[in-house]
């Protein structure tokens, strides 16, 4: 029997967990959210990703239910939830202040929720100190927040919000504040978590990589709308506009009008002086009509020779090389200015790294490595 | 340290004992063996045993403590609930009248207010006693109570209460769970200030008060206009020290407390 894949938002029968619909959020004149409509379906882990002030807290306010909406219904589990108060509703948000009881030690920052829940003593002790397990908090059960350090408190705010074992948590720049290592294993555990209790997570981050990682889905967000929301594969390999394709990863963008040369081909005009890059698109494109082209910089193969078989290839020189440990970017300018940006895994030596400085080479890509963007 | 000037030397000095030197003779006075109030006769603690004789003195502490205590804790009361309501509700209809109407009585003279509390109990038909200088005082000290409070409250951070709701609390049980006691120490010298505030208030009690209740400062007020006598005196060094303690409470309550808990709350809220 072959496991079927996490994908309800393709199965047109999903009744999804939260639902916006057409909500906008003014802040008297500032409009916030602008117009969205998205469904997160239960067990779900929903990255909500975009540039600082886009209106990421802002959405995650509005369902723990701090915000009013302006306009539009937010649904969760089917029912409107504009009239029912923060402490009514199923979910339970970590701050992206973190918001600890100053006046409260760890320990009873993290019983806080459970003793309004009423459960008794013993099951509550429990719950408290595997939430201290988890986050690695044991030592600093009975401290006070202003004794602990930042990343410390981060992890505190972590485990309160979690104690509950809510239906649907919302964490608003969870893991910021821990270095690499520790941030990697909370990822794993939040998602371990998430596999165990079927709780459904909404995540706001900075952190692309930790999208992808951790994320169901991704949503892009650009001063209060939805850019895009798809698969973290799918915003990476088939950005729908300029600006997701820039936002998330390394991107090279050449800007060109699209003349068709058959089902699904596009010759790209970008510079007099070079010749047109070839593409394969869905994208229904007038003769003329103006496009960006989207490469990721380890499409692009580097080479000395121009290779024979190649699509599009391009001249130029070494101007920069970023060495990145497991990878290196070459930074080759072509012969009208433009800088490229190439990838390739480190599997040799430095010493006996093929390309330096100022050497001239070949760039070259298949019709089908980039994404072409209507623009 | 820096060493002090002649000139900031003498204007110190003239200050303080411009402030203090009626007080210290009084003091001193209250330890006189004679019965003349002007002349030392050497050091005798006798006037405080008769204090302790004198039925209509103690008589007049005991209900300048009850009225003290019981208004300042409804003031308390009242002025913290008054403070959270400006503070918090961000802008309601009214709001500025509101908040107009709650500070006015920090500069009406007291006599206005004495008497138009006076006219109102009259108006009424209450009978003037306990009662309403208990009602009066809390009127009058309600309002420092909110200045104290509120200006705490507008440095608390609003995230916290949310929280709280977040993790299931009321809005009653996120005040008094996590609002108060991050506070108390505000509402504490709220408290302290209107304590003292209704133990040396003279004019609003001598307007709102009955035959059945004469507190300390009327009681002192007219045995003066019969002549001072070494027994005012002695009474009146207690009320300094009574006085004197609830200050430095007061203000040890809000001054440490007030800035350690306020840093403790910045460290536990981000700042961001
Ligand atoms: N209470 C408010 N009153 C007025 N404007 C607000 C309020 N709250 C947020 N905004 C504005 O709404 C926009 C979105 O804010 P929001 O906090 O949702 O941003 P964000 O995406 O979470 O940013 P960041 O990544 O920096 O946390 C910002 O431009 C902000 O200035
Ligand atoms: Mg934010």
């Known amino acids: 029997m072959a496991a079927t894949e996490f994908a309800p938002w393709e199965d047109p029968q999903a009744k999804p967990l939260i639902c916006f619909r057409n909500v906008t959020k003014r802040f008297g004149e500032f409009t916030a959210i602008d117009n969205v409509s998205l469904d997160i379906y239960a067990q779900e882990f929903f990255a909500l990703l975009g540039p600082s002030g886009c209106g990421k807290t802002t959405m995650m306010r509005m369902l723990a239910g701090f915000e009013n909406v302006t306009e539009g219904i937010i649904e969760l589990d089917g029912a409107d939830v504009g009239d029912v108060p923060p402490n009514k509703r199923a979910v339970n948000m970590m701050f992206q202040s973190y918001a600890l009881f100053p006046h409260l030690t760890v320990w009873e920052n993290i019983a806080f929720g459970l003793r309004r829940a009423k459960i008794p003593a013993d099951d509550l002790t429990n719950r408290v100190e595997e939430m201290l397990k988890l986050t690695r908090l044991e030592r600093f059960a009975s401290r006070k927040p202003h004794q602990i350090s930042g990343g410390q408190r981060q992890r505190v705010a972590l485990a309160r919000s979690l104690a509950k074992a809510p239906k649907l948590l919302l964490l608003d720049e969870p893991l910021g504040a821990l270095d690499k290592k520790l941030r990697q294993e909370t990822q794993f555990e939040l998602m371990d978590i998430q596999e165990k209790t079927g709780t459904t997570f909404v995540i706001v981050t900075h952190d692309q990589e930790e999208a992808m990682t951790v994320a169901s889905r991704v949503a892009v967000m650009d001063e209060g709308n939805l850019m895009q929301v798809a698969t973290p594969d799918r915003i990476y390999e088939t950005p729908n506009s300029v600006y997701v394709a820039d936002f998330i990863g390394d991107v090279n963008l050449f800007k060109g009008t699209a003349k068709p040369v058959g089902e699904d081909q596009y010759q790209i005009n970008w510079v007099e002086s070079l010749p047109p890059l070839n593409a394969t698109s869905s994208l229904p494109l007038n003769d003329g009509q103006s496009c960006h082209l989207a490469i990721r910089p380890e499409k692009v193969a580097i080479n000395a020779e121009k290779p024979d078989d190649a699509v599009n290839a391009v001249q130029g020189k070494v101007v920069d090389i970023a060495y990145l440990g497991n990878l290196s970017t070459y930074y080759v300018e072509l012969p009208d200015g433009t800088v490229i940006k190439a990838q390739t895994a480190n599997t040799r030596r430095i010493s006996r790294r093929s390309f330096t400085w100022e050497d001239p080479v070949w760039l070259s890509w298949t019709a089908t490595a980039g994404v072409l963007l209507d623009s | ?272």
């Open chain 2, 1 to 272: 340290m820096m060493r002090l000037s002649w000139f900031n030397v003498v204007s110190l000095t003239f200050g303080f004992v411009f402030l203090y030197l009626p007080m210290i003779i009084l003091v001193i006075y209250s330890f006189n063996k004679s019965k003349l109030v002007t002349v030392w006769a050497g050091f005798s603690t006798k006037w405080y045993g008769e204090l302790l004789q004198n039925e209509a003195f103690l008589n007049a502490a005991w209900v300048t403590l009850k009225v003290a205590v019981i208004s300042s804790t409804f003031a308390t009361i009242l002025g913290t609930m008054a403070a959270y309501v400006l503070v918090r509700s961000g802008r309601f209809f009214g709001r500025t009248l509101f908040s107009g109407m709650i500070y006015a009585p920090l500069v009406m003279p007291e006599v206005i207010t004495g008497l138009s509390l006076l006219l109102l109990f009259i108006g009424i038909g209450m009978d003037r006693g306990v009662m309403t200088v208990v009602l009066a005082h809390t009127t009058f000290s309600m309002c420092y109570v909110s200045v104290v409070v509120s200006s705490r409250l507008f440095t608390f951070d609003q995230s916290l209460e949310e929280a709280a709701l977040d993790l299931g609390c009321s809005p009653a049980q996120a005040f008094r769970l996590v609002t108060l006691p991050i506070i108390a120490p505000a509402v504490i010298s709220g408290w302290l200030l209107a304590f003292t505030l209704s133990l040396d208030d003279l004019v609003i009690a001598t307007f709102t008060t009955g035959p059945s209740a004469t507190t300390l400062p009327i009681k002192i007020y007219s045995a003066v206009r019969l002549g001072v006598s070494p027994e005012i005196n002695a009474l009146s060094t207690l009320m300094i020290a009574v006085v004197t303690v609830g200050v430095i409470l007061a203000s040890l309550a809000s001054k440490r407390n007030v800035a350690k808990m306020r840093q403790e709350e910045i460290a536990a809220v981000r700042a961001e």
